[in-house]
């Protein structure tokens, strides 16, 4: 399994409710996406991440390159001040604790 956790700061409170939008409607299509044992997103202090666990890399590189995942980032990109990514292979779904973590370590 792969794990994908992506983190990302807006520039406003007011541009939470538009990336929501978005977040939402590409949430289910990943869902429905070959390979996708788990999808969420939340918001943690003033990061919201998109989470997701994939049976194989390549389901989760299919899914980034979907149509619906590069429409939702081009037209969120204006809304955002930084987004990261991290990904990483395990053997059992994460705790989201766990995932966090992970994204921290990387990201510093």
């Not at 990943?30 to 943690?44: D, P, T, Y």
Request: one cysteine or more.
């Amino acid at each position: 399994m792969i794990v994908s956790i992506g983190g990302i700061t807006l520039k406003s409170k007011s541009a939470s409710l538009r990336f929501f939008w978005y977040a939402l409607k590409t949430l289910r299509i990943a869902k429905k996406s070959r390979g996708c044992l788990h999808a969420s997103i939340f918001q943690e202090s003033n990061v919201y991440f998109a989470l997701s666990v994939w049976n194989t890399p390549e389901d989760m590189h299919a899914y980034g390159r979907s149509e619906s995942h590069v429409s939702a980032v081009r037209k969120t990109g204006k809304l955002v001040v930084s987004a990261t990514n991290h990904s990483y292979e395990t053997s059992a779904l994460p705790e989201r604790s766990d995932v966090i973590a992970a994204w921290r370590t990387s990201t510093c």
